[in-house]
């Protein structure tokens, strides 16, 4: 009988420590720490995942670049769109031009489409424009232009260019109003006027052409847009569960926002904002009958959020769902719980480690991966160090 | 054979379930709530655990009130110092007079002294006093005056009055510079000052004797000043581990700051601030040869941060020693985690829900409790509610 009972004794021992481990580990109390994945990257803007260490990253002063986090390998993508403007950032200090957002299709291992948002040049102008073009051996082909926002302006400023595909596979694309003084701006503000291209967030279908249900903006709307009223938004991502989708904007002064995007919203770009106007001098015309929609957060100091996203990961189940959100100002970092559409809690973190950061992903597998705003631009992915 | 085995088996299985629910909800992603404990209280300032559910709780522009947060009972204490300032607030708005902080002493059981800080009058002005008397029967008796931070002025702003014993049993005492407006500083700021009682910290032995390691800050200096250069600080509470003393101090506009205390150290009121002068017109005299202290962290926005409180208990296991400090401003609730003296990461909680705050406090069992400024205020439990 010993030899019975013994056994099934030693088992039910080992069932409670693996229990131990999975459940105590998973949840302690932990510090988030860095661990440098990639360097060497002229200001990576974007990563897009093809598999879990496979990745295109946008250097937004360099290249598109395909890349492998395991082995760091980085090969140059070729057949970049020729008007893709040369880096005016030498000239021109503070110039916000070159390649922003890169994603890859929904269904990219099939039909390897990739979608590219960048500041395109013509003459001597530039202007946000997104193409896509199929990944080929490391070479782009096939280019469609979906987007080119003209006109083409020498204000090398609030480009825009987040995208991000909603859970309906539609592209969503946010373009900038491009002024730097809002003094500037025409009668009818950029941002507030339909038939202006900049200023707006986009819902195309992936080939560029329009959806049969978007919102109707009036007769003389340009074909796309979904919402308006928009400055500088950069980041764009979708919540899981819900599917809503959430943006980030620059504000002037203290008007840095995050915002929930609704079809036919006016967010209110220059006529209301939740910081001050540059231009101390100008006073936006008075617009009848028009609802504003207002943020969901602000920050009462700069920060300059950009690629926010959200975290499904595994690595760190207290962060489930949670929306990260990188900061370029001060380099800041931070983690929203969210219920809902209802913040309930706003941390920042890293606050004795800042560094300009441009993007926060995830890698299928639920890493959560950081890409720094530097010369010598990082991939960082988060990890934790449980506290003592 | 089968009556033996069945027994073990389940018993094993009982030992999983329960690891599984101590281990996994003690850790369990969450969010805070608020349960009211108590309520109908006049604006409490602070609250002094004799047991889990016994306290005294000072009500600004109230009383001193005798509590049980199980029976609900309160019952004022009697013989409160009779110079207490009458609740002027109605007078006179945006007044800060009243009762401040009580403490029991950390032989309280033994020797029943209560430790008082409040407005004090004569003739007619107010000044912060700290008085101490023994608890008898919901009565103070046999009184001592500790501090008396004369002169007595008609400035009713910012008396500080931020009380918390030490590791090393001594009674640290925050007292407001008292001024509104920094143009009515004398040639030498009252808080630079070590010939003025205002503007300081001190650090006393419980029966209002000097500590003979005190700092020395010269012949002239104002017995038991411990630190100087301070504003408004109100809340001040000890880190568990390390002992040290954190403070928070109430600044001007965007200088609202937390600091660690340090012997003669000079926290730079009004020579520096992390935020703007109120006195736009007001130049500090230049000081020669004085180190001023910087802030741990400074805020830059609005706050008025006040009683903080370290998080020991073990409802939130991942808050453990993290530093909470409650605003008054915007009805801000905040959650530092820090490692020794360095803060890595800030989260505001109840973004949904704000309320003025005026303290954070734990019970002896490890409860954390919040207190409302509010006409009707209230002592709130914090608890947790799991994720969905």
Not at 14 to 33: M, T, Y
Not at 154 to 169: K, L, S, V
Not at 208 to 219: A, K, M, V, Y
Not at 226 to 250: C, K, L
Request: aromatic share 10%.
């Amino acid at each position: 009988m010993n030899k019975l009972i013994f056994p099934i004794i030693l088992l039910c021992i080992g069932c409670a420590e693996n229990h131990k481990k999975s459940v105590a580990e998973e949840f302690q109390p932990f510090h988030p720490i860095k661990e440098v994945v990639l360097d060497s990257l002229n200001h990576p803007w974007s990563i897009a995942f093809i598999s879990n260490n496979e990745a295109l990253v946008s250097e937004k002063d360099g290249n598109l670049l395909s890349v492998n986090l395991s082995t760091k390998e980085k090969r140059t993508v070729k057949g970049f769109p020729s008007d893709l403007t040369d880096s005016i950032r030498a000239i021109h200090f503070g110039d916000n031009s070159g390649i922003f957002e890169v994603l890859v299709d929904p269904n990219f291992k099939k039909n390897k489409w990739v979608y590219i948002s960048y500041a395109a040049k013509k003459d001597f102008g530039t202007t946000t424009k997104v193409v896509r073009a199929q990944l080929n051996n490391d070479s782009l082909i096939n280019h469609e232009t979906l987007i080119e926002a003209a006109p083409y302006t020498r204000e090398y400023y609030h480009y825009g260019g987040g995208m991000t595909f909603g859970a309906d596979d539609k592209l969503y694309v946010t373009i900038g109003e491009r002024l730097f003084w809002e003094r500037d701006e025409p009668p009818l503000p950029i941002a507030q006027d339909v038939t202006d291209k900049r200023g707006k967030i986009y819902r195309i279908n992936p080939d560029g052409s329009i959806p049969d249900d978007n919102p109707d903006l009036g007769p003389n709307a340009i074909p796309g847009i979904y919402a308006m009223g928009i400055r500088a938004a950069q980041g764009i991502t979708v919540q899981p569960d819900t599917n809503t989708i959430w943006f980030s904007e620059h504000g002037t002064i203290q008007g840095d926002e995050i915002n929930i995007l609704h079809p036919g919203a006016n967010y209110g770009w220059p006529n209301v904002t939740s910081g001050k106007l540059r231009s101390s001098d100008y006073t936006p015309p008075k617009l009848e009958g028009v609802d504003f929609t207002p943020p969901v957060w602000f920050w009462q100091h700069t920060v300059a959020p950009t690629g926010l996203t959200f975290y499904t990961g595994t690595e760190f189940p207290q962060w489930k769902n949670n929306l990260i959100v990188p900061g370029l100002s001060r380099g800041s970092l931070w983690r929203f719980q969210i219920d809902n559409e209802t913040i309930k809690s706003a941390e920042e973190l890293f606050l004795d480690d800042r560094v300009r950061i441009r993007k926060a992903r995830q890698s299928p597998d639920g890493k959560l991966y950081i890409l720094t705003d530097e010369d010598n631009g990082k991939i960082i992915e988060i990890k934790k160090q449980y506290k003592l």
